[in-house]
C-alpha cells in the first residue's frame, strides 16, 4: 500500500470549502421552488410557478440578448487573438515577446468596474471616439456607441481576448513546426499552410478560448450593467434586479438556475460540435 | 518571386494587425489617464486645462478609503485562505490517491464556469438560511472560493516541474514525512505558491459582481465602492482612481514577469 503521510490535514480544509460551496448551489436551488411572499424575505412553500414565469416573452429576450452577447463576444475576441498569439509565438525578439504579452494579459487584472469605467469614457457622447469622429468632421452628431449592444461588446471583448489569447497561444505553441515546414516544402504558400496545418491543429484551442469566453461573458455583470445603462437586460442583470429591487430572491434563483443549465448545455453543444471536428484535423495534419 | 512578395506583403500586414490589437487593448487605459487630468467635471478631448484635483477628490473621500481598508482585509485572508487550502489539496490531488478525490476537484474548480451572480446569490441565500450576519467572514468565504481555482494551477504547475529525487534523498537519509515536507517539499514549492498567492489577491483585489451580493454598507469593498460612486456622480474622480489602479496593477505585472516569467505561469512557453 501506498504511504499518504497527513492526507486528512490536506484534504479536510478543501473539503469543508467544498461542503459551503455545494450547500450555496443547494441554496439557489432549494429556493428556486419556493414561493415568493411579496414584502417578505422569508420564502413561502413549495411551488413550480418560478418556472412557469420565465417562459414569459420578456425573459426569453433577456435569454436571447444573453446568447447573441456571448456569441458576437467569443466571435470577435477569437479574431483579435488569433493574429496576437501567432505574432507572439513566431517573433524571435524577447522584447517584442514580452510587450505583447505583459500588453495582451493586462486587462485580465484590472477589474470589471475599472474596465468598465474606461470604456464609458471611450464610448460617450462626449467621450473619445465621439470627440475624434466630430473633430474630424466624418459624422455631425455623437453616435450612440452607449446604452447599445455594440458597446456592450466592444468593453466585453477587451476582457475575453486575453483569456482566449492565453489559450490559444498555449495551444499553439505545442503544435509542431516541422509541420510547417514540411507542408511549405511540398510547395505550400504561408496562406495554404496555415489553413490546411496550423488552422485545423489549433482547434483545440480556438475551442478551450471560445467556450471560457462565453462562460465569461455570461457571467459578466457590471459590464452589461453600466454600459447597457438598462437597455441591454442580461440574465445576470436581471438576477440582480429581480433580486435587490424587487428582493424576489426565489425568482432570482430560479433564473440563476436557468442560466446555468442554459449555460451548460451550450458548452456541452460547442463540446460536441468541437469533438467532430478535431479527429478531421488531426488526420488532415498527419 | 511572386511568393517572396506574399510573404513580405503578409508580414508588413501582420506588424499592422497586431498594432493595431495592442491599442485597441491600451486605448481605454490612455483615454482615462487622459481624462483623468481634465480640469472640468465635463469630458472633453483634448481637455482644455489640466489639474489634480480629482486625485485629490478621489483620496479624500470616505468612502474609497472604507472600501480600501475592506479591500485589503478581504483581499489578505481571502488569498491566504485560498493559498493554505488549496497548497495543500493540489498536492494531495497531485500525489495521493483518495475517495472523493475527483467530486472534490469539480466542485473546488466549478466556480471558474459558475457564473459569479450565482456563486453570490447561492451564498447570500446559504447565509441567511442559516443566519450568518453579511459581515467579513462570508465575504473573505466567498473570496477564498472565487481565487481557489486559480491557486490550485500554479500548485498544479509547481508541482510538475518539481523533482521528486530531492524528496527521495531526503527521506533515505532518514528524515521523517514532516521534516521532508517542512525542509524540502515547501521550501522548493515556496516560487510557485507565493506566485499562486500573487494572482489570487490580484483577482481577489478586483472581485466585484459576487461581492456586491455578499456584501452590506459595512463590509463592502473598493471595487463595491466605486460602482456605487459610478452610479450616482459622472465627474472624473472615478478615472483618477483608475489610473492608481491601473498603475498598481501595471507594476505588479511587470514584477512577476521579471520574478516568476508571466509565460510560465500562463504555460505558453
Partial sequence: MKVRPYLGWFVTPAGFVAFGFSAALVAVLQFSFRAYIPGMLEPGGFTLSNFSEIVHPAYGRAFARTLALCFYTALFSLILAYPLALALLRTRSRFMRSTILVIAVTPLFLGEIVRTYSWIIVLGNQGFVNSVLLGLGIVDKPVHLMFTTTGVVVALVHFTMPIVFVMLTAALAHIDRNLDKAAQSLGAGPIRTFLTVTLPLSVPGIVAGTTTAFAWTFSAFATPQLIGGGQVTTISTLVYQVGFASFNFPFAASLSLAGLVFTFLVLALIGFIAQRIIPAGETHAR | ?269
Avoid at chain 2, 107 to 132: D, E, K, N, R, W
Avoid at chain 2, 144 to 166: A, D, G, W
Avoid at chain 2, 192 to 205: M, T
Fill in chain 2, 1 to 269: 518571386m511572386p511568393a517572396k512578395l506574399v510573404s513580405k506583403g503578409l508580414k508588413v500586414l501582420g506588424y499592422l494587425v497586431v498594432a493595431g490589437i495592442l491599442g485597441f487593448v491600451l486605448l481605454p487605459a490612455i483615454v482615462v489617464t487622459v481624462a483623468s487630468f481634465n480640469q472640468s467635471a465635463i469630458l472633453a478631448f483634448p481637455p482644455k486645462e489640466l489639474s489634480w484635483r480629482w486625485y485629490i477628490n478621489a483620496f479624500s473621500y470616505a468612502d474609497f478609503g472604507h472600501g480600501l481598508r475592506n479591500s485589503l482585509v478581504v483581499t489578505f485572508w481571502g488569498s491566504s485562505i485560498a493559498l493554505l487550502v488549496g497548497g495543500a489539496f493540489g498536492y494531495a490531488l497531485f500525489r495521493y490517491e483518495f475517495r472523493f478525490r475527483r467530486t472534490l476537484e469539480m466542485i473546488l474548480l466549478s466556480p471558474l464556469v459558475i457564473p459569479q451572480f450565482t456563486i453570490g446569490l447561492g451564498l447570500l441565500m446559504l447565509a441567511s438560511m442559516i443566519s450568518v450576519p453579511r459581515t467579513y467572514p462570508l465575504v473573505v468565504f466567498t473570496h477564498t472560493v472565487i481565487v481557489l481555482p486559480f491557486v490550485l494551477r500554479s500548485v498544479f504547475i509547481s508541482l510538475q516541474n518539481f523533482n521528486t529525487r530531492y524528496e527521495s534523498v531526503a527521506a533515505s537519509l532518514g528524515a521523517s514525512p514532516g521534516r521532508v515536507l517542512t525542509t524540502v517539499t515547501i521550501p522548493l514549492l515556496l516560487p510557485g505558491l507565493l506566485s499562486g498567492w500573487l494572482f489570487a489577491a490580484i483577482l481577489s483585489f478586483n472581485e466585484f459582481t459576487a461581492t456586491l451580493f455578499v456584501a452590506n454598507q459595512a463590509t463592502h469593498t473598493l471595487p463595491v465602492a466605486m460602482y456605487n460612486y459610478v452610479r450616482e456622480y459622472a465627474d472624473p474622480t472615478l478615472a483618477a482612481l483608475s489610473v492608481v489602479y491601473i498603475l498598481a496593477t501595471a507594476g505588479l505585472l511587470l514584477a512577476a514577469n521579471a520574478i516568476f516569467g508571466l509565460d510560465k505561469v500562463f504555460n505558453v512557453d
